[in-house]
């Protein structure tokens, strides 16, 4: 197994891992940001890239990682990495593929400046809360979101 970082030709692939992860999302939405990710232009103005895992040349997780200004239970003085999504073929875990992603990219964001790593995981995901504990993250807070429908107006 290999980590490197992704290219443009690796495009669909990286889509596919992002779908397995995110299978409400849209493919097209998936491969329009993973495109400009790939080629230089991330959708963001502070830096953005992606690691590949391979095995025998076939892709079997991705780690999304960028700059964030601020994280949550981060020093607030300092730009942070943010892991923004972390995936590893469900037949290739417990084999420290994550493991290797998230080295590569605390070596990306510490290239960067960074001091910390962020991320985030829903509260009802106890595999990713583990797999992050098992790297030496630790849980800052937890939070609760609200939405509320309005209902049309004008403006008065």
């Known amino acids: 197994m290999r980590v490197r970082s992704a290219r443009a030709a690796d495009l ?11 299978p409400d999302a849209p493919v097209r939405g998936h491969r329009s940001h993973l495109r400009a990710v790939l080629v230089g232009r ?5 830096p953005l890239t ?3 895992a391979e095995r025998d040349g076939v892709l079997i997780g991705f780690l999304e990682v960028g700059l964030r200004s ?9 730009p942070v990495g943010f892991v923004e999504g972390w995936f590893v073929a469900p037949r290739h875990r417990r084999q420290k593929v ?3 992603l998230m080295l590569a990219a605390e ?3 510490a290239g960067h400046g960074c001091r910390e790593m962020a991320s985030d995981t829903w509260i009802d995901n106890p595999l990713s809360v583990r797999a992050h504990q098992a790297l030496g993250f630790e849980v800052v807070g937890r939070t609760i979101n609200f939405k509320k429908r309005l209902r049309p107006g004008r403006a008065g």
């Not at 991330?42 to 502070?46: A, D, E, I, V, W």
């Open 12 to 22: 669909e692939g990286v889509v596919a891992l992002a779908a397995a992860l995110w």
């Open 42 to 46: 991330p959708p963001s103005t502070l």
């Open 50 to 52: 992606v690691f590949l």
């Open 70 to 78: 601020h994280a949550d239970g981060c020093d607030g003085r300092r």
């Open 98 to 100: 994550g493991r290797a």
């Open 107 to 109: 070596a990306w964001a």
